[in-house]
């Protein structure tokens, strides 16, 4: 029919669309899923390193592991030390998603204070 040409071009410009929209959103939720994973991994690096009375290599474990811009969170409570990590999600991509990992550790005898 006459009125139906260019439909096809049409529909298949906008499942193109829908397509990369998709990836993209998959590749965003990929990454923050990978820095939530760094922020697990630096927060029980740090709080281990720290329970062994290792402040400069917990410094450096965090620099190494911890997406860019992480905050790092130290309680000592008594024998026991509690590290969270946390960051905005993407770099502020994502706004209100912060991502945080958090861990626990027991000081080894004759460890100062963190």
Not at 14 to 41: F, H, K, M, N
Request: charged fraction near 20%; include cysteine; aromatic fraction near 0%.
């Amino acid at each position: 029919m006459a009125g139906d040409r260019g439909a096809v071009t049409v529909e298949a410009a906008v499942a193109v669309a829908a397509l990369v929209l998709v990836l993209g959103l998959s590749l965003t939720g990929l990454r923050a899923a990978v820095d939530q994973i760094r922020c697990v991994d630096a927060a029980r690096e740090v709080a281990r390193l720290l329970s062994r009375g290792d402040h400069g290599g917990s410094a450096e474990a965090l620099s190494k592991i911890a997406p860019s811009g992480a905050v790092l969170t130290v309680r000592r409570d008594g024998d026991s030390v509690s590290v969270d990590v946390e960051v905005a999600a993407l770099g502020r991509l994502l706004p209100g998603l912060r991502l945080r990992g958090s861990a626990f550790a027991l000081l080894e005898p004759g460890v100062g204070e963190p």
